[in-house]
């Protein structure tokens, strides 16, 4: 963490070797959250590139630099946000991009199958990403309020909504 820390105050004063290693660190995370907002793994890469882009212009705004990973995702959030398709397709990811994504990444924990996709289809945009925030990114309640733009109540309402609208679809 002082690691993360230090590179975070070295990239807000410029130090571009710095602001790569940060980029480095959190860009696997920042993928799986994109790939699993966007559900195309071009547009993932394309999101993680562009918060990426958004970041460095914007680093030496950065206020809390133990707070990087948050600023981070706060940015991803957004761009994501704004590259969401009109429509949210169910079988975003065929099986055979599962297994590979999986391989690659090593997110078999978080694509366990095709199932998980299912069911999150079944999720309106928005709970469906601070759902994300939540058990992808990690993030609390209160993070993912911040991040969100939304109050803490209304996140842990929403999320509380989404995993219960998670469960009746498993037992269909």
Not at 13 to 26: H, I, R, S, V, Y
Not at 49 to 71: D, F, N, S, T
Not at 87 to 105: C, G, T, V
Request: net charge positive; glycine share 6%.
């Amino acid at each position: 963490m002082e690691q993360t820390i230090a590179a975070a105050k070295a990239a807000k004063k410029g130090d571009k070797a710095a602001f790569g290693e940060l980029f480095a660190q959190f860009s696997p995370e920042m993928y799986r959250y994109a790939l699993f907002c966007l559900g195309d793994r071009e547009a993932a890469q394309d999101a993680v590139q562009e918060a990426a882009l958004e970041a460095y212009r914007g680093i030496a705004g950065l206020r809390k630099p133990e707070k990087v990973k948050a600023w981070l995702f706060k940015i991803l959030y957004a761009v994501c946000k704004r590259g969401q398709r009109e429509k949210y397709e169910a079988d975003f990811i065929d099986p055979e991009e599962s297994r590979n994504i999986a391989a690659e990444d090593n997110a078999a924990a978080v694509l366990q199958s095709m199932e998980t996709a299912r069911l999150l289809a079944r999720l309106n945009e928005t709970d469906r990403r601070l759902l994300l925030l939540s058990v992808v990114g990690g993030y609390s309640g209160k993070e993912v309020a911040r991040m969100a733009g939304m109050t803490h109540g209304a996140v842990r309402t929403r999320i509380s909504r989404a995993l219960k609208t998670l469960r009746e679809g498993e037992q269909e």
